[in-house]
């Protein structure tokens, strides 16, 4: 700890002050990874955060003794996050635990029967003969496309920001390569002919806002990255990596401002200039970047005069990913046989999926992922108690459904549905209890339409058909995080950062600043 902080001072007082200024707007993993890497390039970062905590959707609840994080647990390409430590001078084994969880989530389908899915092979290759014994063939040309949309469309396009027309025409041999105009479920029903396997290989796009049904068959991407660099758990909860960045970003120099929200972005002569705060504060600034929700930024934060590409017309066009309904609650009891996470799904697949997508219909029914991190952080909740939170995918606000009605009726439903099933006994153990609903997404997130992931990533809404990582209208504007290229998820917030590596213009191109 004491060389921690003896490099961090030596980082701090090596800041150059007449370095230019960048404002981050946003503190999600997308911001903070952007101010990390922006603070090793020599610029002046303050990244600034609209809530109480850092973390954006990453933050992290406490209540009555128990740990809740409020959004992403995923954690699938550790490299990526040690990059960010390296930049530091730092190695993040020093500051965060990270651990391998066994299986990665287990798929509980309506009939009761289940699907371990893991990082090994043989189980795994066990698991799919077991629903269908005729299918090895299928689900080893599965996998061999997953790893051919790994390389292409993760490694190759993935931390590269597509900043113009060539960016998108050099894509196009890997996108023929990969049949990216086939949807994911299309391209696992290719191999895979029962029900449940082709449910188990395409459920992982709803991971980042994507009806398996519509978005391109890229994203089969995931099961591949899973495969390669598993699926970890930071001890002591998600929030331990946002503690972690900000550390990060302080040693070297940078700052964050908590209640700090973004009334306006500030544009002189066509060129981002700084922002002004809700209290009316103005804050100056050589370039902005923005991690907040691109929609929301384009169509509240910047003056229509100046949006000539992302007008409030195609904003309001664009197709977006549903939101989400999540219930965090605690128990008095451990409830051993329920795994790290797990996926509930429900009688109905496609159909489901239609009315959250398409129909933008709260159904009766639903499916469910639910996480209890106690299973492999026990510390997470008081001794001898269970933490958990169960979300389940629901229309964007575009439905019409008022959640001040519906939030505990849909809460009821939810908990009926886990005591049944996973969770006997429910009622008579809970303890701690609070939701997030869709509003929230768009009144405290400030998502538009209380999208959760922002546009839906269908085949032209991603890469270059998404919101540039260099921003389309104003100079000196940048965009990071889930709605901009290359889109949600961990992984995806944290290349957005790395593309925006590759659209920074240099440090010497502006005037130093005399403060």
Request: hydrophobic fraction near 40%; charged fraction near 20%; proline fraction near 5%.
């Amino acid at each position: 700890m004491l060389m921690k902080a003896k490099a961090a001072a030596r980082r701090t007082e090596s800041i150059n002050k007449d370095a230019p200024i960048a404002l981050v707007i946003g503190s999600g993993f997308g911001g903070l990874a952007s101010a990390v890497r922006l603070a090793a390039k020599g610029w002046r970062v303050q990244v600034l955060e609209k809530l109480d905590v850092p973390g954006g959707r990453a933050r992290v609840h406490h209540l009555d003794g128990y740990t809740f994080d409020a959004g992403p647990t995923i954690i699938t390409v550790p490299f990526l996050l040690e990059e960010l430590w390296a930049l530091a001078g730092r190695k993040l084994t020093d500051d965060v635990e990270l651990r391998l969880i066994d299986p990665f989530y287990r798929v509980r389908f309506a009939d009761g029967d289940h699907f371990d899915y893991s990082g090994d092979p043989d189980r795994m290759l066990s698991e799919v003969l077991r629903i269908d014994p005729t299918a090895g063939p299928g689900y080893a040309a599965f996998m061999e496309e997953a790893d051919t949309c790994y390389k292409l469309g993760f490694e190759s396009l993935g931390c590269h920001a597509f900043d113009s027309a060539g960016d998108l025409l050099k894509a196009i041999p890997s996108m023929a390569r990969m049949k990216g105009w086939r949807s994911l479920h299309a391209m696992v029903a290719s191999h895979l002919k029962h029900p449940k396997l082709r449910q188990a290989m395409s459920l992982q796009s709803l991971l980042i806002g994507g009806n398996p049904f519509s978005v391109t068959c890229v994203y089969s991407l995931i099961n591949a990255l899973e495969r390669r660099y598993g699926v970890h758990w930071a001890m002591g909860g998600t929030g331990t990596l946002i503690n972690g960045l900000v550390d990060l970003i302080e040693g070297m120099g940078g700052s964050l401002r908590t209640g700090a929200e973004v009334r306006r972005i500030e544009v002189t002569d066509g060129r981002a200039t700084g922002v002004t705060l809700a209290n009316g504060e103005t804050l100056p600034a050589d370039i902005v970047v923005c991690n907040a929700d691109t929609a929301w930024t384009y169509k509240n934060l910047i003056d229509i005069k100046h949006r000539k590409v992302w007008s409030n017309a195609k904003v309001d066009a664009g197709k977006y990913s549903m939101s989400l309904f999540v219930w965090y609650f605690g128990t008095d009891k451990r409830y051993e046989d329920v795994p790290h996470h797990m996926m509930l799904l429900g009688p109905r697949y496609e159909g489901l999926l239609k009315d959250i997508f398409k129909r933008h219909h709260l159904a009766d029914d639903f499916s469910l992922y639910l996480h209890r991190p106690t299973a492999t952080d026990p510390a997470m909740a008081p001794a001898g108690c269970d933490t958990f939170y169960v979300l389940s995918p629901v229309p964007h606000l575009q439905s019409g459904t008022n959640w001040a009605d519906q939030a505990e009726p849909y809460r009821l439903a939810i908990a009926e549905a886990l005591e049944k099933t996973v969770l006997p006994g429910l009622r008579d153990h809970l303890t701690a209890s609070f939701m997030t609903t869709p509003q929230d997404f768009q009144d405290n997130l400030l998502s538009y339409k209380g999208a959760a992931f922002g546009l839906e990533p269908l085949l032209l809404q991603s890469a270059w058909f998404r919101p540039h990582n260099r921003s389309e209208d104003v100079k000196d504007l940048f965009m990071v995080g889930a709605s901009t290229h290359p889109g949600a998820g961990i992984p995806g917030v944290l290349m957005s950062a790395k593309a925006l590596e590759t659209v920074l213009p240099d440090l010497s191109t502006f005037r130093r600043s005399t403060e």
